[in-house]
Nanobody
Framework: VQLVESGGGLVQPGGSLRLSCAAI????????MSWFRQAPGKEPELVAG????????KYADSVQGRFFISRDNAKNTLYLQMNSLNPEDTAVYYC?????????WGQGTQVTVSS
């Protein structure tokens, strides 16, 4: 199992980024997927989760209305569209198989929101 995130970077407050996660080595369409993030000195936080068919989605209150999770099962890829970013969104973002901390995670991609 491999999860490879991309798309992070430095963005100004109010800006947008789109993260991608390529899933390798398992039947992507058979699993719910999620995005976690971890800021320095803080516990990991579930940002968003999506069921295997995309029929159910959940967001953390802190990102509701600004972040949008999606998936393309034909491309084995998970996405996170992040809009109206603010400095509190600065963290390493991880793609995960399943919705719990105990599943497979990628290596993470850094998102820094700063002027």
């Amino acid at each position: 199992v491999q999860l490879v995130e991309s798309g992070g970077g430095l963005v100004q407050p109010g800006g947008s980024l789109r993260l991608s996660c390529a899933a390798i080595g398992f039947t992507f369409s058979g699993y719910g997927m999620s995005w976690f993030r971890q800021a320095p000195g803080k516990e990991p936080e579930l940002v968003a989760g999506i069921t295997s068919d995309g029929g159910r989605i959940k967001y953390a209150d802190s990102v509701q209305g600004r972040f949008f999770i999606s998936r393309d099962n034909a491309k084995n890829t998970l996405y996170l569209q992040m809009n109206s970013l603010n400095p509190e969104d600065t963290a390493v973002y991880y793609c995960a198989r399943g919705w719990s901390r105990g599943g497979y995670w990628g290596q993470g991609t850094q998102v820094t929101v700063s002027s």
